[in-house]
């Protein structure tokens, strides 16, 4: 069975880090994209992130970009969010999601609709 468990938020301070992470099983990572997601009170579903299944490859949202980055450890199944410098803005609960792509691919999901497995997300909180 395919699952994905997030774990890492919490509540931390304006400029603060946090490392957050996707544990998965029932899938090999060199046949999924993971991808990011976030979603505020009140506001629609954000994508953050995107690693290829070949790990080689990394996207970002402006919104974002240049103070996170995604990783993964093949050998621990895992996906991470390193996110630094966070903003208030970046309170949501954030998701870990998979999209099947062929073998180690550099391809990317053109959307949210492409991931059909999701974790059970893990708050992130950014509040002095």
């Known amino acids: 069975q395919l699952q994905l468990v997030e774990s890492g938020g919490g509540l931390v301070q304006p400029g603060g880090s946090l490392r957050l992470s996707c544990a998965t099983s029932?899938?090999?990572?060199?046949?999924?994209?993971i991808g990011w997601f976030r979603q505020a009170p009140g506001k629609e579903r954000e994508g953050g992130s995107c690693i290829s299944s070949s790990g080689g490859r990394t996207k970002y949202a402006d919104s974002v970009k240049g103070r996170f980055t995604i990783s993964r450890d093949v050998a621990k199944k895992t996906v991470y969010l390193q996110m630094n410098s966070l903003k208030p803005e970046d309170t949501a609960i954030y998701y870990c999601?998979?999209?099947?792509?062929?073998?180690?691919?550099?391809?990317?999901?053109?959307?949210?609709?492409?991931?059909?497995?999701w974790g059970q997300g893990t708050q992130v909180t950014v509040s002095s």
């Open positions: 999601a998979a999209a099947r792509t062929s073998y180690y691919s550099t391809s990317y999901p053109n959307g949210a609709n492409e991931y059909a497995y």
């Open positions: 029932g899938f090999t990572l060199n046949y999924y994209a």
